[in-house]
């Protein structure tokens, strides 16, 4: 499958669970994000991974830890989650990091319920 | 820091009636600024970019540096333009994008 593939799509977890979300691109691109999306918010950069290194980390909280263990993976890793946490994570890819002229494409994106 | 306001939530028109997406930026420097839009049950996508000076599906954007505004326009609205629309903001090379809160596009037959 060409494109972002993000599963599972849908996840309940109560708040004593780990679990993980899983981002796999295969359009050869250098760069992943992970994106969360609340209502009544713009889209909110979490994690930049570029080579597999990550490269940016906008104050998210240790209770989400990424993961790129190379350049067509990324995972976030959930645990001890909060209901406010309860959202849609996106994952996106990008030719390069900046984003001036390499556009992002999009997973579908995993709705995530925190009990 | 760079910002990007969608001032309005939703925008409903019936079909055929002119559109326009209104986006405004805070940012001292020059911009690269695009509009993505998502479609019902589909993934979010880049519709046109400033750089580009496209019209993607009839729409245009022009980037008014006196305002500081990139508002999305089509002159003829289509029911399959319903979508969610974001104006996103980026520096330059190596920077990440700033979206905008979005707008609800509703085209009414």
């Known amino acids: 499958e060409t494109g972002v593939t993000q599963t599972p799509r849908h996840l309940v977890m109560g708040m004593t669970n780990k679990k993980s979300l899983k981002c796999e691109q295969h359009?050869?691109?250098?760069?992943m994000y992970w994106y969360k999306q609340s209502a009544k918010k713009p889209l909110e950069l979490m994690f930049v991974?570029?080579?597999?290194?990550?490269?940016e980390n906008n104050s998210v909280p240790s209770r989400f830890s990424p993961e790129c263990p190379n350049s067509s993976h990324l995972f976030l890793h959930l645990h001890t989650l909060q209901p406010e946490d309860s959202a849609l994570y996106l994952c996106?890819?990008?030719?390069?990091?900046?984003?001036?002229?390499?556009?992002?494409?999009f997973g579908n994106g995993t709705r995530l319920t925190v009990t | 820091a760079q910002r990007v306001t969608q001032p309005e939530k939703l925008l409903s028109v019936f079909k055929g009636a002119p559109v326009e997406l209104k986006c405004n930026y805070s940012?001292?420097?020059?911009?690269?600024l695009f509009w993505y839009v998502q479609y019902s049950r589909q993934r979010l996508q880049l519709l046109l970019r400033?750089?580009s000076r496209e019209s993607i599906k009839g729409f245009t954007a022009d980037l008014n540096k006196g305002e500081t505004s990139f508002h999305l326009k089509k002159p003829f609205a289509q029911e399959e333009d319903s979508a969610m629309y974001y104006c996103?903001?980026?520096?330059?090379?190596?920077?990440?994008?700033?979206f905008g809160k979005g707008i609800t596009l509703s085209v009414r037959p």
């Open positions: 991974y570029s080579l597999e290194e990550r490269v």
């Open positions: 400033h750089i």
């Open positions: 996103a903001l980026t520096p330059g090379a190596n920077s990440k994008l700033t």
């Open positions: 996106a890819s990008s030719q390069d990091r900046g984003n001036y002229n390499s556009p992002l494409h």
């Open positions: 359009l050869g691109h250098n760069a």
């Open positions: 940012y001292s420097g020059s911009p690269e």
